[in-house]
């Protein structure tokens, strides 16, 4: 029961150019929604979040877009560098309480110098 | 402050054994939550535990299980291994379950235990 989606596996960009990373959810209980970025052989790291509440939060190069009619949300990375180059996984989760978070399978970010 | 860690970070085990992995959860965080990460599922919520209580339970067989430490270390066991267990186990700590509306509380994740059946 994949209830967050990440469609695209993979993503190539330009240094200095945009990075939109998406993500599609099937259960709208969600409301709250978290972006992590990872490297390999660590865990991964928080990166952003948005309530339901909001359609945008931005936090330096980083914005989230939340567009709860379509159940779809967006990270913006702008400029891209190469060190953003990971695994960016989408995750969601409802209810006062509950720590319960629903991983997309990850999106592959390949920033070129 | 120190982050999460987990030991052991690597480990390979047989079909039928059990194995127990540790998370010393952030201090001062109470919550810890652990996942299985598999390249074919992604990463899949297991269980929460706050305050040495089961708080929620994801999808997993009874051969799954934790506890959780009066100083908030947790434990995760599984029983009767699987070659399908095969995975990376993260634990992730914050300071309490969410509590408010809109606003959560960050988890922070540890590097995680690569657990290996043969």
């Known amino acids: 029961d994949q209830q967050v989606k990440q469609n695209s596996p993979s993503l190539s960009v330009q240094e200095g150019r945009i990075s939109i990373l998406n993500c599609d959810y099937t259960n709208s209980m969600f409301d709250y929604f978290l972006w992590y970025k990872k490297y390999p052989a660590e865990g991964p790291t928080f990166l952003i979040s948005i309530s339901s509440i909001k359609d945008k939060n931005e936090d330096g190069r980083f914005t989230v877009f939340l567009n709860k009619s379509a159940k779809h949300l967006s990270l913006h990375i702008v400029p891209s560098q190469p060190g953003d180059s990971a695994v960016y996984f989408c995750a969601a989760s409802w209810g006062l309480g509950n720590n319960d978070m629903r991983f997309g399978a990850g999106t592959r970010l390949t920033v070129k110098p | 402050k120190a982050g999460v860690t987990q030991t052991p970070r690597y480990l390979i085990k047989t079909r039928g054994q059990q194995v127990t992995l540790s998370c010393s959860p952030i201090s001062g965080h109470r919550s810890v939550s652990w996942y299985q990460q598999t390249p074919g599922q992604g990463l899949q919520f297991l269980f929460e535990?706050?305050?040495?209580?089961?708080?929620n339970k994801g999808n997993f067989p009874g051969r799954f299980s934790g506890r959780q430490f009066s100083n908030s270390r947790s434990e995760m066991n599984v029983s009767t291994l699987e070659l399908g267990d095969s995975a990376l186990y993260l634990c992730?700590?914050?300071?309490?379950?969410?509590?408010?509306?809109?606003?959560?509380?960050?988890?922070?994740f540890g590097p995680g235990t690569r657990l290996t059946v043969l």
């Open positions: 992730a700590s914050s300071l309490a379950p969410r509590t408010s509306g809109g606003l959560g509380n960050e988890q922070f």
């Open positions: 535990y706050f305050s040495e209580t089961q708080r």
